[in-house]
């Protein structure tokens, strides 16, 4: 059977087991089954863009740590609140791990006999026009994760919430992972205790080196043997991490690890001598993403790219600023942007996509722009990528930095879609993950 749905609330999805969702593009969000870690990608296509190798949504270096946490999770799960719906907020900084440790929780929960979603808001544009429900008479609960809640708007959070409850058939925890949790967490806080009388929690993840056992050069060393094995380099094993590794503050993030990870394994293929800072490590990594970009447009391919190298760099630091855009949006961000090229725009997509291809619409919450605060300084690490003089004038947002979150400081000169107050979600996931991933670590 196919149902057509407008914001069709969890109770309606627990009776239409078995059928086929169809939405219209109104509805406040959709639904999505929570997936399993996407398939590693092939050697080729890795060493082609390592960025791949960095998305969380691979798993590909083994989930550690957090004992405390899960086992806490646990609890909040199997408590008796006395209300079939639970909220709680999981939040820290970029590259903290929060979408591993939700794809963690969602694994573990799911051998115990829970059900998981994924619940994306209307302006996330991965997610699938349909949703095959699958049957809950036999869970043992719903879990639903929203990730970048802090992007949603304060009224659709506030009906997803609303439409969680099941009418006491079984229970459901909201798992919301966000980076900030200031003004936006207050005013949800007090609607939700106000108008659903739900009473949130929140935990703020902490680094993951003060736990007990766990140390930098430790998941240096896991993430470098990873990378190693599946970019088929044997000889890095012996790579070093960089000197910088124990005390720079930017090595707190397990993101920033794992990226001096496969500067040192990219490094040791190439027989050159690796990064040791958090700032090389990007502009190591950013020169790779280049060359993909020079290979796509080599004359020597049977259909080389119609678009140069310098335009894709600065079509890639756009899409990073707006977030995922639909084609129209997508258009006029770039024509915003007046991006340095002949081809037309749309031409300019498609290329875009072909370097950067859309992941599965069923994928979990997309690559943010968690390195926008320092991509608007055009650090030495872009200078090869895009011309200064270019983003400085084509930035939505002020230089030389705007905060983590958008508002107030955007606005500057041309606007381009996706900044405040519109919260950002990316243009396409792959373009934006190469970008923010390898901008964490410049200051």
Same mark, same amino acid.
């Given at each position: 059977?196919i149902q057509?749905?407008?914001g069709?609330g969890?109770a309606?999805i627990?009776?239409?087991?078995?059928d086929?969702?169809?939405?219209?593009?109104?509805?406040?969000? =959709?639904?999505a089954?929570?997936?399993?870690?996407?398939?590693?990608?092939?050697?080729?296509?890795?060493?082609?863009?390592p960025s791949?190798?960095?998305?969380?949504?691979?798993?590909?270096?083994?989930?550690?740590?957090?004992?405390?946490?899960l086992a806490?999770?646990?609890?909040?799960?199997d408590?008796?609140t006395?209300q079939?719906?639970?909220v709680?907020?999981?939040?820290g900084?970029?590259?903290q791990?929060?979408?591993?440790?939700a794809g963690?929780?969602?694994?573990?929960?799911r051998?115990q006999g829970?059900a998981?979603?994924?619940?994306?808001?209307?302006?996330?544009?991965?997610?699938?026009?349909?949703f095959?429900?699958?049957?809950?008479d036999?869970?043992?609960?719903v879990?639903?994760v929203v990730?970048?809640a802090?992007?949603?708007?304060?009224?659709d959070?506030?009906t997803?919430?609303r439409?969680?409850?099941v009418s006491?058939r079984?229970?459901?925890r909201?798992?919301?992972?966000a980076r900030?949790?200031g003004?936006?967490?207050?005013?949800?806080?007090?609607?939700?205790?106000r108008?659903?009388?739900?009473?949130p929690?929140?935990r703020?993840l902490? /680094?993951l080196?003060?736990?007990?056992g766990?140390?930098?050069t430790a998941?240096f060393?896991?993430?470098r043997? =990873?990378?190693a094995e599946l970019?088929?380099?044997p000889?890095a094993?012996?790579?070093a991490?960089p000197?910088?590794?124990?005390?720079?503050?930017?090595?707190?993030?397990?993101l920033?690890v794992?990226?001096?990870?496969?500067?040192?394994?990219l490094?040791?293929?190439?027989g050159q001598?690796?990064?040791?800072?958090p700032?090389?490590?990007?502009?190591?990594l950013?020169?790779?993403? =280049?060359?993909h970009w020079?290979?796509m447009?080599?004359?020597?391919?049977?259909? /080389?790219m119609a678009?140069?190298?310098?335009?894709m760099?600065?079509i890639?630091?756009t899409?990073?600023?707006?977030?995922?855009?639909?084609?129209?949006d997508?258009k006029a961000?770039?024509a =915003?942007?007046e991006?340095?090229?002949?081809?037309?725009i749309?031409?300019l997509?498609?290329?875009?996509?072909?370097c950067y291809p859309p992941a599965?619409a069923?994928?979990p919450?997309?690559a943010?722009?968690e390195?926008?605060?320092l991509?608007?300084?055009?650090?030495r690490?872009w200078?090869r990528?895009?011309?200064?003089?270019?983003?400085r004038?084509?930035? /939505?947002? /002020? #230089?030389?930095a705007i905060?983590t979150?958008?508002?107030?400081?955007?606005?500057?000169?041309r606007?381009l879609?996706g900044?405040?107050?519109r919260? #950002?979600?990316?243009?396409t996931?792959?373009?934006?993950?190469a970008?923010?991933?390898?901008?964490?670590?410049?200051r």
């Amino acid at each position: 059977m196919i149902q057509h749905a407008e914001g069709s609330g969890l109770a309606r999805i627990y009776q239409a087991a078995g059928d086929l969702i169809l939405y219209g593009g109104e509805e406040p969000y =959709r639904w999505a089954l929570w997936p399993a870690p996407a398939p590693p990608p092939a050697t080729g296509e890795a060493r082609a863009q390592p960025s791949e190798l960095l998305r969380a949504s691979h798993a590909l270096v083994a989930f550690t740590g957090r004992h405390d946490l899960l086992a806490e999770l646990a609890d909040w799960r199997d408590a008796g609140t006395g209300q079939d719906v639970a909220v709680r907020l999981i939040h820290g900084p970029g590259g903290q791990g929060k979408t591993r440790l939700a794809g963690h929780v969602a694994h573990l929960w799911r051998q115990q006999g829970w059900a998981v979603l994924a619940a994306h808001h209307r302006r996330d544009r991965s997610t699938a026009a349909d949703f095959e429900v699958p049957a809950f008479d036999e869970a043992a609960g719903v879990l639903v994760v929203v990730d970048y809640a802090e992007r949603w708007d304060i009224a659709d959070l506030l009906t997803l919430l609303r439409d969680a409850h099941v009418s006491g058939r079984v229970p459901v925890r909201v798992l919301l992972l966000a980076r900030p949790a200031g003004t936006w967490w207050d005013s949800l806080k007090g609607r939700m205790q106000r108008d659903l009388r739900l009473l949130p929690t929140r935990r703020e993840l902490a /680094p993951l080196e003060q736990e007990t056992g766990i140390t930098r050069t430790a998941l240096f060393a896991a993430a470098r043997d =990873r990378f190693a094995e599946l970019l088929r380099v044997p000889g890095a094993g012996a790579a070093a991490a960089p000197p910088a590794l124990e005390r720079h503050e930017a090595f707190q993030l397990v993101l920033t690890v794992h990226m001096a990870a496969l500067a040192a394994v990219l490094a040791a293929e190439r027989g050159q001598v690796a990064p040791v800072d958090p700032a090389r490590v990007s502009e190591f990594l950013l020169a790779r993403e =280049r060359d993909h970009w020079e290979a796509m447009a080599s004359l020597r391919r049977d259909r /080389p790219m119609a678009t140069s190298p310098e335009a894709m760099g600065q079509i890639v630091y756009t899409a990073t600023l707006t977030g995922r855009l639909g084609y129209d949006d997508g258009k006029a961000a770039l024509a =915003r942007a007046e991006v340095e090229s002949t081809q037309a725009i749309g031409q300019l997509l498609k290329d875009h996509a072909l370097c950067y291809p859309p992941a599965a619409a069923s994928g979990p919450g997309p690559a943010s722009p968690e390195g926008v605060r320092l991509l608007t300084r055009v650090p030495r690490c872009w200078s090869r990528c895009i011309p200064t003089s270019w983003a400085r004038t084509s930035s /939505p947002c /002020p #230089p030389p930095a705007i905060p983590t979150i958008f508002p107030s400081t955007c606005g500057r000169r041309r606007r381009l879609p996706g900044c405040w107050p519109r919260p #950002p979600t990316p243009m396409t996931d792959r373009s934006s993950t190469a970008a923010y991933r390898y901008g964490h670590g410049m200051r």
